[in-house]
């Protein structure tokens, strides 16, 4: 008797009711993610960039630390869905008073938000909030640790380019140490097969980060030498405490993204940012506003990828299906 091998069906939803990192997901809830992304995309070209996948739903975006992108795009991607949305930042709350995350969390659930996402200049502050919330908790940067829905939107925008991830050579590029975008990239690339190669200097090296799946060099051509993505991070000076480097004249010319250095990349390589640039310093501005660059893209992904996300999160299909 012959025994047939009888294949797993694709996963509809994922398994938690928050989303803290992506060290909690698997690569099939990664891709997930990225596939609603694209279906949640198409919303944003009707003459009504509206469904009511998220109606009665209430999410609070509580932001401890500055943001641009990460806000505005979960801002808009909560309006798309027919969320009500309520924006909190520490600012203009009594956090200004002394009140602790823990309060400040706990009174606002005492107001049955559905979703809670939260930026946070702490390291671990979404699990904190995730044990005592009973919303859903979505990381929007939490310290150094993970900024997982960037690593998404990356992703999403690297396989528009590229079709897959799995075989690519990516490389991370430029304060490695305090970036949380570089932590959820690593774990998401290599969870689906990308070669990554991170370059920066020694003082901005995490311990360790070579027992992460990545190869680690000082040389920045040899991280950008046949590269099909190149990823440039941003010197996080309000983090640094100390001299990591001599100036930042010296590190433009050591480390910066400069069209000369570019050309030992492929001849297709797409070059990305997660935002904001310190133009001169990581990324030389022919190089950032240049044919290869994908930064404004990444921003636009960013409203679809969080669609998803929120979308998933509330339950997807199960609670809501006209999208
Ligand atoms: N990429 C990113 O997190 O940008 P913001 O800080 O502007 O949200």
Redesign the pocket.
Known sequence: MTTRQVEAPPISALRHKDLLGISDLTADEILLILDTAEAMREIGDRPIKKVPALRGKTVVNLFFE??????TSFEIAEKRLSADTLNIAATASSVVKGETLVDTALNLEAMAPDMIVLRHAASGACHLLSRICRAGIINA?DGMHE?PT?ALLDAFTIREHKKSIAGLKVAIIGDLLHSRVLRSNVQLLTKLGADVWVSGPPTLMPAGIERQGVRKTTSVDEAVEGADVVMLLRLQIERMQGMFFPSLREYFTVFGMTRERLKLAKHDVIIMH???MNRGVEIDSEVADGPYSVILEQVSNGVSVRMAVLYLLAGGAEHETAV
Not at 66 to 71: K, L, M, V
């Open positions: 500055a943001s641009t992108r990460t806000r940067g900024h960037q997660p935002g904001p």
